[in-house]
C-alpha cells in the first residue's frame, strides 16, 4: 500500500499517509470503521488529502528560535 486516498466497498474514503518512521495511517472517514482489516481498498488518487481534507498545519512553535 503506498499513500493516498482509497474507497472501500461500501464507500468510505480512506486516507492513508506515510509518518516519520516509515509506517503508513489509515483514517477512515467513516467513524463506524471496526478496525478488524481485510477491507478491500480501491486507489483513487495519489493525494492523501483528497478530495478536500485540509493538509495538516505545521506546529508553530516546530521552527520557533
Known sequence: MTPGTYRTRSGT???????????????HEDLSYSGKGGEELVKLSDDPYWPDNPRPAADPFLFAD
Open 13 to 27: 474514503l480512506v486516507h492513508c499517509t506515510s509518518r516519520a518512521d516509515g509506517t503508513l495511517r489509515l483514517e
